[in-house]
């Protein structure tokens, strides 16, 4: 909800953060996460309504989570796979890597975005930009991204045809 004030100052905590600060021993080799469902709702600043984003079919795969500062320190990165339909759509599939040595909880990944038609986009895009996707075919997205809690730098290849986009008032 963009409606509140958010504290200049304000950190998420990163995966590492999060990792490392629960308060037990933790090893988990290989968590998987079938059929899964996300919804995502953003609530623009002075909006009425929320736009929504969600995944379906959602399978993911977490290997070597630990807060066992002994393997932290030999190299135990937390790698994550994941795959979903988009907007019900296109299927999105993403490799995660996170630095679990790194303090700025540095991470990297690569994702993929199959074809699809654009309009799906618009329950997120009319109350959230206010735009709508008249028409357009995603052809396919691919992006890597290097990031930690302060930046991110990536590049992305995007190949659409014929979109038509209406400002809305």
């Not at 308060?23 to 290989?30: G, N, Q, R, V």
Request: hydrophobic letters at 40%.
């Amino acid at each position: 909800d963009k409606n509140y004030p958010f504290p200049e100052d304000a950190q998420q905590p990163t995966v590492r953060d999060f990792i490392t600060s629960v308060p037990f021993y933790l090893k988990l080799d290989t968590v998987h996460v079938q059929n899964g469902y996300v919804n995502v709702e953003l609530l623009p600043q002075e909006g009425k309504e929320p736009g929504t984003l969600f995944f379906e079919n959602l399978q993911a795969t977490a290997l070597d989570i630990t807060n066992d500062s002994t393997l932290i320190q030999k190299g135990a990165d937390v790698k994550l796979q994941a795959s979903a339909r988009i907007m019900g759509e296109a299927l999105l599939k993403a490799d995660f890597t996170f630095d679990m040595q790194d303090e700025n909880g540095s991470y990297v990944y690569t994702a993929h975005l199959g074809s699809m038609d654009m309009q799906h986009f618009n329950p997120l895009l009319e109350p959230v930009a206010y735009v709508k996707i008249r028409h357009g075919k995603i052809d396919t997205m691919n992006w890597r991204v290097e990031a930690n809690k302060y930046y991110a730098i990536g590049s992305m290849d995007f190949y659409y045809d014929k979109l038509r986009v209406s400002i809305l008032d």
